[in-house]
């Protein structure tokens, strides 16, 4: 049993709280994702991390209807991402200066293990929807 | 609607991409060339197709499904 909805139990048991304001409170912490919702003031732990990256296609050609579905795990995309690592010091150089002259001033340089590990941290929030004539492309995170 | 599924087990998929190996000493020489440490390159490779367990792809056209599992 979670510790919480342990501890609203036996203040309903010993009678600190009503039922009603039981109900509330469990009600509350159901809404409240696991690690924000401790008693003591500290997280249990993170929340629920994104186990795979979904992209779903839609078209409605003149060929007929065509539907893409395709689920890839998160750590392949940690794995792809670590790739970059290993494009050579002048490769590097020469990506950063297309970059550059492409308006995008980004550093490959820059790229560690651990921002490319927030990167894919940061993924779970991201989604894309595109809607475009008979064309639905939708990316997230699941 | 035809469906069909094609599971590929994890062990099967490695199995076919074992005659890669022999290309390892290439591999290897091109590493030292462009200046990358081999070993990290070929652990980042395995982890690759290790994190590829669980990629789905299900296409579908007109009356036909085709879902590709790798397990």
Redo the contacts between chains.
Sequence with gaps: MNENRRKILEMLATGKITAEEADRLLAAMEKTPEGSASGNGTSSGPARKPQFLRVLVEDDGWKGPTKVNVRVPMQLLRAGVRLASLIPPEARDRVNAQLRREGVPFDLNQITPDNLEELVEHLDAFTLDIDEHNTKVRLFCE | MKCYTVGVPFVLLVFLLSPLVFLAPVAFIACMV???NPI??AR??W??L?????????????NRTVLVHIS
């Design positions: 462009v200046g990358v990290e390159a980042l490779l982890r690759v290790t994190a590829l367990r669980g990629t789905d792809v299900e296409v579908s056209k007109r």
